[in-house]
């Protein structure tokens, strides 16, 4: 069966510091994955998606990036973080289409 | 006009009611459809499809008018665990996999 990790589970970084978070996929080959944020009390925001190894579509132009650098790891990146950018972090992968399935995600705190 | 619109509640019902939820969709292209659930701060999960003919699991009725490009939820008996918020979302035809997601619905089952 497949299964979806995260990491970290939690983080508080200070403004202006870099991130990375860290999405795996393990059970599925070549899925389309995607980084989305959920801002506290509000709907999902979609930010980046990828439909094969090194194929990123950005969502909302913004400080974030986002990497594919294997058929099942995604990265969500900044160089430096703004206040704005707290929130809950969620990656999801799909099976060429379907339903998403979602990991665990990860809790941003930009203080 | 949001792409898919929800009534955002709160939905507080006693224990054992029968509870619905509507969703209306902007793209009459759109192709499939999903309700998810999320319990708070963690991440959606996926509850059912939404097919044309209308499909039922246990308690859970999920229904689709493509012409009037409406979905609905009927949830029978709630539980307390029913508690949670309800999101309706549509897969606009895209070959990507995006899917749109509502803003959510809350539900409150109360003892």
């Known amino acids: 069966s497949q299964t979806i990790h995260q990491w970290p589970a939690t983080l508080v970084q200070p403004v202006g510091s870099p991130l990375s978070l860290e999405c795996t996929v393990e059970g599925t080959s070549n899925p389309n994955l995607y980084w989305y944020r959920q801002a506290a009390g509000r709907g999902l925001q979609l930010l980046f998606y990828?439909?094969?190894?090194?194929?990123i579509s950005s969502e909302v132009p913004q400080n974030l990036s986002a990497s594919r650098p294997q058929d099942r790891q995604f990265i969500l990146s900044s160089k430096k973080l703004l206040l704005s950018d707290s929130g809950f972090y969620l990656c999801?992968?799909?099976?060429?289409?379907?339903?998403?399935?979602f990991g665990p995600g990860t809790r941003l705190t930009v203080t | 006009r949001k792409e898919v619109e929800q009534d955002p509640g709160p939905f507080n019902v006693p224990e054992g009611a029968t509870v619905a939820f509507n969703c209306t969709y902007s793209?009459?292209?759109?192709?499939?459809f999903f309700w998810y659930r999320q319990d708070c701060r963690k991440e959606p999960k996926l509850l059912m499809s939404?097919?044309?003919s209308g499909n039922e699991d246990g308690r859970f009725t999920a229904q689709l008018n493509r012409a009037s490009q409406y979905i609905s939820l009927l949830i029978r008996d709630s539980k307390l665990s029913d508690s949670a918020t309800y999101l309706c979302v549509v897969n606009p035809a895209s070959n990507t996999g995006k899917l749109i997601f509502g803003q959510g619905t809350t539900l409150q089952v109360k003892p």
């Open positions: 939404v097919y044309s």
């Open positions: 990828s439909v094969g190894i090194g194929q």
């Open positions: 999801a992968w799909s099976d060429q289409g379907y339903e998403q399935y």
């Open positions: 793209n009459s292209a759109s192709q499939s």
